[in-house]
């Protein structure tokens, strides 16, 4: 999905800003928060050769199409079994997202879980979603998402409050199989909620994203399960669920968000 690139440092990498790798309307595209923090944990797992447990970012501002982003990587304790570290991403010396983290495994019990995954209909019975601007560029583009329960944009239940419950299957249109990258892209998506759950056209600007990961199938569609929280002073919170279709709990993540009300489509 992106590609990082290594310096004479092994504690700094590098990521062009593609406008691939970009949301938002043409005039005023920006990296993805997703994609800023999977470039971060990958960062993290290749510097400590360790893979990750948990992560979580600081959204500070914006990279736009063209710029180059610098990732530093400093790893404070690196125990026998586990170290924990950090990311600065920034373009130049200006800060654009935050990351900390902790990675490691050990050998133990074998996996279990305790939360199941939503009855729901399997992707190819469901009906894509479109973008709500239509524009099918930058990284939504990209990924394929097909909805299982709950409301895109508001749908038909705009002026009525929701549940706050959305459930959605996504996958990569090239390919790319589910790793903890691509669930810190698929986790970005909590916003998707917002809609549905305030029954007005809006989504939010995420303001930070904390994922936690447990046994990841390398699988192809990865079910969301969206559940937003609750809302004051103009601020969302929100979490998800993140599946794989043989039910496996691979990651939880949870995130807050500016909400921001869209212009009603025409």
């Known amino acids: 999905m992106f590609e990082l690139e290594a310096t004479h440092n092994s504690h700094r990498w590098y990521l062009q800003v593609l406008p691939a790798l970009c949301v938002g309307p043409p005039e005023r595209q920006f990296l993805f928060g997703g994609v800023g923090l999977a470039a971060s944990i990958q960062a993290m ?6 893979p990750v447990v948990w992560a979580t970012a600081h959204y500070l501002s914006f990279a736009r199409p063209g710029q180059t982003v610098d990732l530093d990587v400093w790893l404070p304790v690196a125990g026998r079994l586990t170290s924990q570290a950090s990311v600065l991403m920034h373009v130049e010396d200006r800060k654009i997202i935050s990351v900390q983290a902790a990675l490691g495994a050990r050998e133990d ?9 939503p009855a729901v209909a399997r992707p190819d019975d469901c009906d894509e979603v479109s973008h709500w601007r239509g524009d099918g ?47 810190a892209v698929a986790a970005d998506h909590v916003a998707s909620a917002i809609a549905g759950a305030t029954g007005q056209h809006a989504g939010g600007n995420s303001l930070d994203n904390t994922i936690r990961y ?45 909400k921001r009300v869209r212009p009603a489509p025409e």
């Open 45 to 50: 797992e290749l510097t400590a050769k360790r």
């Open 109 to 117: 019990e074998p996996a279990d879980q305790w939360v199941s995954m």
């Open 137 to 183: 560029t930058g990284l939504n583009y990209r990924l394929e998402i097909r909805l299982a329960q709950g409301q895109f944009h508001g749908g038909t239940t705009i002026g009525q409050r929701g549940d706050g419950r959305l459930v959605f299957w996504l996958r990569s249109r090239e390919g790319h199989a589910a790793d903890a990258c691509m669930l």
């Open 214 to 258: 447990g046994r990841i199938v390398p699988c192809e569609w990865i079910l969301c399960d969206v559940q937003i929280d609750m809302m004051l002073n103009g601020i969302v919170h929100g979490r998800m669920n993140l599946f794989s279709p043989d039910g496996t709990l691979m990651a939880t993540a949870s995130q807050s968000m500016i």
